[in-house]
């Protein structure tokens, strides 16, 4: 087995156990996700439809823009992940990053919905990609150490679980106030989606509860700094020009190698379904748009609802085979309405439809919290897999590994949304979308990219993952040696 692999004379000896972290402080530290959560949303979900239907940038642009900021963005967490874990300050190495670049994650996210009238080609495109860059790169320098003050603050293998379930109420928080800010508050006028003005209210208004949470996370967990893993000394501290090394390091680990494959795989094409998701809810299934937002909240009901019950699932399953049956649903549930729809099957209209649209959104949902639950969760053990293996303490970087993953499928997922609305020929006129003149056939091929093309891939992501193999004997057994060596 991998961890079998002794350690390393020269390591550092790790922290000891720790007592559990009370639930109160466990919240305090959660709210970190509503920066995250907002962003990632309001990115997802509404910019690719605000860029293409209601700016008129073509598809290709847009989907361009999308890529290049997530992609430049993926790159750089390695950097940001190597300077936090080896950063020192009174503060610690984490919270300098927290506090600081939840500024300006805040101030690109209002930005970027409060585009000035311009000609919809290269300045528009331009100014998108600039601002998309400044939010990409800003929210890694957040998410990066909160996620690895998270993995030292809790180190039990079933708490770690725990906290992770506290982390994904926020998250799910997060996305609930960013559809209802969307949808419910500022888009819910006459003209709806396609209000240019009114997305302007909603940036600055998830702009505003990003701050608010990613600074009371950071503020309160500051006397939290006992629990944490001591930097390396000047002495011990990688250079930069070590960074390579460090990351062949990290791939070296066959538990952190399927993670990221499955995470590379699984959000490209969620990506590019989540990217389309308003283009199909609008055009394919004709909905209004209070249905598109009831169908969306049915979504969040079933991420709350997925909460208790990956509790039950993950105290009688191990972690990886939970988030891969759960990967499995998501794939069902994005393949099934679609091809009904398309072979004639399913002729629902009106309110029956979207009850049936709600109930497999909030299938997906339910499946959702059953994946990010555990995956997370994984994630932090295979960075305590490596401190066990190797001897160094890489928390940041692990997360890296994983978000750059994460973030370079998704631009990849946005960039193939955007040429496939062009090579579908998707109009990008705002006055023609208004009049909803969408040529039958470009709907019917949209329909074909968004279900069954988005749950190809999501399948492919559920195989992948049966092959990780640090079950909880595997992550009990690092735990307990790395509490002796630090006592020895």
């Known amino acids: 087995m991998a961890t079998s692999e002794p350690m390393p004379a020269e390591a550092p000896p790790a922290a000891a156990a720790l007592p559990p972290l009370a639930g109160r402080l466990k919240a305090a530290f959660s709210l970190g996700d509503l920066p995250d959560s907002v962003a990632v949303n309001a990115a997802n979900t509404f910019l690719l439809f605000y860029l293409t239907a209601v700016c008129g940038l073509p598809g290709a642009l847009a989907g361009a823009a999308l890529a290049i900021a997530q992609v430049f963005d993926a790159f750089s967490d390695p950097l940001i992940g190597f300077f936090t874990d080896n ?289 997370w969760s994984m994630m932090a053990d295979a960075a305590d897999e490596h401190l066990f293996r190797f001897g160094s303490q890489r928390e940041a970087l692990y997360f890296a590994g994983l978000t750059l993953s994460a973030k370079a499928a998704t631009g990849i997922g946005g960039l193939v949304a955007g040429l496939s609305l062009d090579a579908i020929a998707f109009p990008h006129d705002p006055a023609v979308l208004a009049r909803g003149a969408v040529a039958a056939d470009t709907v019917v091929k949209l329909g074909w990219i968004y279900g069954p093309g988005g749950a190809l891939g999501i399948g492919l992501a559920a195989f992948i993952l049966t092959r990780y193999a640090l079950d909880r004997a595997a992550c009990e057994h690092i735990q307990a040696t790395l509490a002796a060596r630090a006592t020895t």
């Open 87 to 375: 950063a020192r300050s009174r503060i610690g190495r984490r919270h300098p990053f927290i506090l600081a670049a939840v500024w300006p994650l805040a101030l690109s996210l209002g930005l970027l919905f409060s585009i000035p009238h311009m000609a919809p080609g290269l300045p528009l495109f331009a100014y998108a990609t600039a601002v998309l860059l400044v939010m990409r790169v800003s929210h890694s320098a957040f998410t990066l150490p909160y996620a690895a003050l998270g993995a030292e603050l809790v180190t039990d293998y079933a708490e770690r679980s725990v906290m992770t379930t506290y982390r994904w109420s926020f998250n799910i928080a997060g996305a609930a106030i960013c559809i209802a800010l969307g949808l419910a508050v500022f888009m819910r006028g006459k003209e709806g989606l396609l209000d240019q003005a009114a997305y302007v209210g909603f940036g600055w208004s998830c702009a505003f509860v990003a701050l608010a949470g990613g600074l009371v996370s950071g503020v309160s967990t500051l006397r939290l700094r006992h629990r944490l893993r001591p930097a390396p000394t000047r002495a011990e501290a990688p250079r930069l020009s070590s960074l390579p090394s460090e990351i062949a390091d990290v791939f070296r680990n066959p538990s952190f190698r399927v993670l990221f494959v499955t995470a590379l795989v699984f959000f490209s094409t969620q990506g590019m379904a989540v990217a389309l998701g308003l283009h199909a809810n609008r055009y394919f299934w004709k909905l209004p748009t209070a249905v598109i937002q009831n169908v969306l909240f049915a979504n969040l009901a079933g991420l709350a609802i997925g909460l208790p019950l990956a509790g039950l699932i993950l105290r009688r399953v191990q972690k990886h085979h939970a988030a891969a049956v759960g990967i499995g649903a998501i794939a069902l549930c994005q393949l099934t309405p679609p091809v009904l729809r398309l072979t004639g099957v399913m002729t629902l209209e009106g309110p029956p439809l979207w009850y049936a649209l709600g109930a497999f959104s909030m299938l997906a949902g339910c499946a959702m919290t059953c994946v990010v639950i555990p995956f």
